[in-house]
């Protein structure tokens, strides 16, 4: 019975392979500041039915985030934190209503689109300083396919900071998102009781992923996070853009 609640009924194979992934994720978004969470949303869909893919990946997600938030706590560049608040909470509350009614798939593509246009071009001033909109553009997005990671990230880097400010800074802002993402979804009727055991063992498997990545960034330049970062992105944005017109292409079809 315990066993049962620890691996919420997919057994213990596939619960070691998702505590194993959630482990390696954190460790990939603490040491190159994005990714872990598109790999961990990558293997959830494999394993996990699809309606529950992205509120478990949400509370997944809130736990690796906490953890990393705290070991750099320190670092966060608070002045875009309450516009980013602001705007978070007007896109949640937006998604929330909407979550069913818009094309994922056309999301998925201009979201691939926008991160594609922040590596290869250099963005206005306006957007550098635009966190309340980034904030409620992520948060009303992660409502339909969980992983804005990206997108946020991708915001972060035209503030140009240093790559532990980067990190401590993404950490807190998915934090926020993700934690209102886990209420609007406990709102809707999500029942997170049954996934509970499992979710424990992957934030505290992605806790100390983030623990080893955190010494892996702190051995690393600049140059090389910053390359590192931009060809991350460039091929979560690629992903992004094929499932949307794959999705897209099927509904079609």
């Not at 980013?84 to 689109?113: E, K, M, N, P, R």
């Not at 702190?218 to 910053?226: G, K, L, M, T």
């Not at 970062?229 to 944005?237: D, H, P, Q, R």
Request: some cysteine; glycine content about 12%.
């Amino acid at each position: 019975m315990i066993a049962e609640l620890l691996h919420a009924g997919l057994g213990w194979p596939i619960a070691i392979v998702l505590i194993g992934t959630s482990f390696l994720g954190s460790l990939i978004t603490a040491g190159f500041g994005i990714g872990g969470g598109a790999v961990m949303l990558a293997v959830l869909a494999t394993f996990v039915p699809p309606a529950a893919i992205v509120p478990v990946h949400g509370l997944v997600q809130l736990g690796s985030n906490a953890g990393r938030f705290f070991l750099f706590r320190k670092n966060v560049y608070t002045s875009m934190m309450t516009p980013f608040v602001l705007g978070s909470l007007a896109g949640i509350a937006v998604g929330g209503l909407s979550v069913v009614q818009l094309d994922a798939g056309a999301l998925q593509i201009a979201v691939g689109l926008f991160i594609l246009w922040t590596i290869l071009f250099r963005p206005p001033a306006l957007m550098r300083k635009s966190a309340a909109v980034t904030g409620a553009l992520s948060s009303f997005l992660t409502m339909f396919f969980g992983g804005t990671g990206p997108f946020v990230a991708a915001y972060i880097k035209t503030l140009e900071l240093d790559r532990i400010t980067h990190v401590a800074t993404h950490a807190a802002c998915m934090t926020l998102q993700h934690l209102l993402k886990t209420i609007v979804f406990g709102l809707l009727g999500f029942a997170f009781s049954q996934w509970a055991g499992l979710i424990v063992l992957l934030i505290v498997s992605g806790f100390l992923g983030s623990v080893a990545g955190r010494h892996l960034l702190f051995r690393i330049n600049e140059r090389f996070f910053i390359r590192l970062l931009n060809t991350i992105l460039t091929i979560l944005a690629l992903r992004l853009i094929y499932a949307g017109a794959t999705d897209i292409w099927f509904q079609a079809d």
